[in-house]
């Protein structure tokens, strides 16, 4: 690369960085360059996509307990964050998927998978989780994870017109990619994951779910698995470390649910 080039590049990206400073709703500082509307745009498109491709359940108990859950959490999330922008219209599906799984994207859309509702054994444990995914739409995850990839690739090719001519140039690329992948993504994923389950125990203790049942849940989570890979090399924290952050939150949480009105979504 020229000099010249890079220098210029250099020089904008102090520019692109402040422009694109953030915070989520637990101060914690993030990067976030993908315009919301894009985001939005994306998530509906997604979520569309799965629809067509995936079963929609047609069970009326299982539909109702989803719907009755994911209500009872979208109004706390916005008791509790009004200063925050959400969508002012949520979509709830709940798809026939054996795997024990839910999801919330940008625009207001969740999908629950009919395997969780065999993991997730009270209202008050998917109330746990469709709070985790909720805190990740809040807090504006996926804009920063996507952030993050597109930083990553950027610099990669930037060494690498850098270091055009060097027979090492593949071997350093590929070194770069695992670093990149240890070193940034995994570990910022983990934490995006923890910001999540403690936004989450707020949201369903505010909307009258019993916070104590988020342990239980990732304990029939664990049960329920196959094993996970070591942390270290894991986007999600290992269970134990989960349940450790979730129990030093759980006073706070206890209290706020003691306060409220119980949620009723058992019929």
């Given at each position: ?26 101060g914690r500082s993030q990067l976030t360059l993908v315009p919301e509307n ?34 009872e959490i979208i109004a706390a999330t916005e008791a509790i964050y009004p ?34 509702l065999q993991v997730a054994e009270t209202p008050d444990q998917l109330a ?140």
């Amino acid at each position: 690369m020229r000099p010249r080039r890079l220098l210029r590049l250099l020089l904008l990206l102090p520019l692109v960085l402040l422009t694109g400073c953030d915070e989520t709703p637990t101060g914690r500082s993030q990067l976030t360059l993908v315009p919301e509307n894009l985001m939005t745009q994306m998530g509906e498109d997604t979520f569309d996509q799965l629809r067509r491709d995936q079963p929609v359940s047609r069970d009326a108990a299982a539909n109702r307990q989803v719907a009755c859950v994911a209500q009872e959490i979208i109004a706390a999330t916005e008791a509790i964050y009004p200063a925050d922008e959400l969508p002012e219209v949520w979509e709830v599906v709940v798809f026939e998927d054996d795997s024990p799984n839910a999801f919330a994207l940008p625009g207001g859309r969740i999908g629950v998978h009919t395997g969780l509702l065999q993991v997730a054994e009270t209202p008050d444990q998917l109330a746990a989780v469709i709070g985790h995914e909720v805190g990740h739409v809040l807090a504006d995850h996926g804009n920063e994870r996507l952030t993050q990839q597109l930083g990553i690739k950027a610099g990669m090719l930037v060494v690498g017109l850098l270091g055009e001519g060097d027979m090492g140039q593949q071997q350093l690329m590929q070194a770069l990619g695992l670093g990149a992948q240890l070193g940034i993504t995994l570990p910022f994923s983990r934490a995006h994951e923890e910001e999540a389950d403690l936004m989450g125990l707020a949201i369903m203790a505010q909307a009258g779910f019993n916070p104590q049942e988020s342990v239980a849940l990732w304990r029939n989570m664990a049960a329920a698995g196959s094993g996970q890979p070591p942390e270290f090399l894991s986007t999600h924290p290992a269970h134990g470390s989960r349940i450790t952050a979730l129990q030093q939150a759980m006073e706070e949480a206890m209290a706020t649910y003691r306060a409220t009105t119980p949620a009723d979504c058992n019929g």
